[in-house]
């Protein structure tokens, strides 16, 4: 009786076990293939050229623009935000997405960050000109990449996706590890293969990094 109550626990969680592995990696797959690849871009990041495009964009703010500018304080504390009149414009004229950044304000300029995954970017005015200077640094694509990996300066929505992917990974991993224990009875070199995926990290970091 107790013979047939431990296959039906064993039948259960194995079927269980199943289930979450096989869901946890269908979603992970693509991020994983993703995080190995740029592992690897990221590890020889030296070896990889990168030619660097600089583009450059100049444009003048209208006048009822430039007027309004010129009425903020510069010193004000906290610094004032983009205005909404100015990231609308930018947006409309430009394609800038400016709106609730904090600008570094001086009495003679207004600088705006806009930095992004693969590259850089920036935006400059003049207030007593109202000249607008935009400049872009692409880096390419397997920069792009890197970064995504990294999570540099890629967002709040991405964020959240390496939050959800990393617990993914999380259930594809332990599910893994208990259905390497139900079935290890049956694999014998299960647990040394187990051990050496941990010793072999081990050794390098005590050995061979310093």
């Known amino acids: 009786m107790k013979?047939?109550?431990?296959?039906?626990?064993?039948?259960?969680?194995?079927?269980?076990?199943?289930?979450?592995?096989?869901?946890?990696?269908?979603?992970?797959?693509?991020?994983?293939?993703?995080?190995?690849?740029?592992?690897?871009?990221?590890?020889?990041?030296?070896?990889?050229?990168?030619?660097?495009?600089?583009?450059?964009?100049?444009?003048?703010?209208?006048?009822?623009?430039?007027?309004?500018?010129?009425?903020?304080?510069?010193?004000a504390r906290p610094a004032p935000p983009v205005p909404d009149a100015l990231a609308d414009w930018l947006k409309g004229e430009m394609g800038i997405t400016a709106a609730g950044r904090v600008p570094e304000w001086s009495g003679d300029e207004l600088y705006i960050s806009l930095p992004r995954p693969g590259g850089d970017g920036w935006v400059s005015i003049d207030r007593s000109t109202g000249e607008v200077l935009h400049e872009v640094t692409d880096r390419g694509w397997v920069s792009y990449f890197n970064d995504l990996h990294k999570g540099r300066n890629t967002g709040t929505a991405w964020s959240w996706f390496i939050d959800i992917f990393a617990v993914a990974c999380l259930v594809f991993c332990l599910t893994g590890l208990f259905l390497l224990q139900m079935h290890a009875r049956n694999r014998p070199t299960t647990w040394p293969m187990v051990g050496l995926g941990l010793v072999a990290p081990l050794l390098l970091m005590i050995l061979l990094i310093h």
């Open 3 to 75: 013979g047939a109550l431990d296959q039906t626990r064993r039948a259960f969680w194995l079927k269980q076990l199943h289930q979450w592995h096989w869901v946890s990696s269908a979603l992970c797959l693509i991020g994983m293939l993703l995080f190995a690849v740029t592992g690897i871009t990221l590890n020889h990041a030296a070896q990889i050229e990168s030619k660097p495009q600089v583009t450059e964009r100049r444009e003048n703010l209208p006048a009822p623009l430039q007027a309004a500018l010129a009425g903020i304080d510069p010193d």
